[in-house]
């Protein structure tokens, strides 16, 4: 079985530009959680979506948004870019809800310049 | 307040000794935690998930489970250098709004 997929790997961004990564979960997985990775605050959860619907946010600006398609594919969109974006961002996929093991993608780095 | 804490790396252990990782958690209602390693520049590995009291043992890994503590850790036998990482510990989050609230990962290093 195909594991989580996430393009692109890499992108580099100047502040003030827009971004939209993009994640394949595991088939047959209806969530997707998204996270970011930074050094020094570690791996923060941004939302997770399930059947298409938002399910849970953290604590993040309005400028991270998301969205999951009927296919369970998810996208994540961050506007406006700041400098402190710069991070490795992480989608994990469950089969239901977020309580099941999440697997991970390789992730997608995140460099603003 | 943070709901999921590890112990403060990093760890290092010689070749063939057992490695003993530790997290607490805020949560009394916890049901479930999960090991995660995660190389250097890699993406976190699920390990071991536990759900009940108790040891769960997986090869060399055991997840052991203390509800009444609140404490989860994660003892690795007989370390392998291939073991060297950074490992993460799991639970439900709750005042975060988030349903799965990562530790802050402890280094492993296991020396040859």
């Known amino acids: 079985k195909a594991g989580v997929t996430q393009t692109p790997r890499y992108l580099i961004k100047t502040r003030g530009q827009q971004v939209t990564l993009s994640c394949s979960p595991i088939?047959?997985?209806?969530?997707v959680s998204w996270y970011q990775q930074t050094p020094g605050q570690g791996l923060q959860f941004l939302f997770e979506?399930?059947?298409?619907?938002?399910?849970n946010k953290g604590n993040f600006p309005g400028r991270f948004s998301g969205r999951q398609f009927s296919n369970s594919r998810s996208e994540m969109n961050v506007s406006t870019l700041e400098l402190g974006d710069s991070a490795l961002y992480l989608c994990?996929?469950?089969?239901?809800?977020?309580?099941?093991?999440?697997?991970f993608g390789p992730g997608t780095r995140l460099t603003v310049l | 307040q943070k709901e999921v804490e590890q112990n403060s790396g990093p760890l290092s252990v010689p070749e063939g000794a057992i490695a003993s990782l530790n997290c607490t958690y805020s949560?009394?209602?916890?049901?479930?935690f999960f090991w995660y390693r995660q190389y250097s520049g890699k993406s976190p590995e699920l390990i071991m998930s536990?759900?009940?009291?108790g040891d769960k043992e997986d090869g060399r890994f055991t997840a052991q489970l203390n509800k009444a503590s609140q404490y989860v850790s994660l003892l690795i036998r007989d370390s392998q250098p291939s073991d060297s990482a950074t490992y993460l510990c799991?639970?439900?989050?709750?005042?975060?709004?988030?349903?799965?609230?990562f530790g802050e990962g402890t280094q492993l290093t296991v020396n040859p």
């Open positions: 979506y399930f059947s298409e619907t938002q399910r």
């Open positions: 536990i759900y009940s009291n």
């Open positions: 994990a996929s469950s089969f239901g809800s977020s309580y099941n093991e999440q697997f």
């Open positions: 799991a639970g439900p989050g709750e005042t975060s709004g988030s349903r799965l609230t």
């Open positions: 949560d009394r209602g916890s049901q479930s």
């Open positions: 088939s047959g997985h209806r969530s």
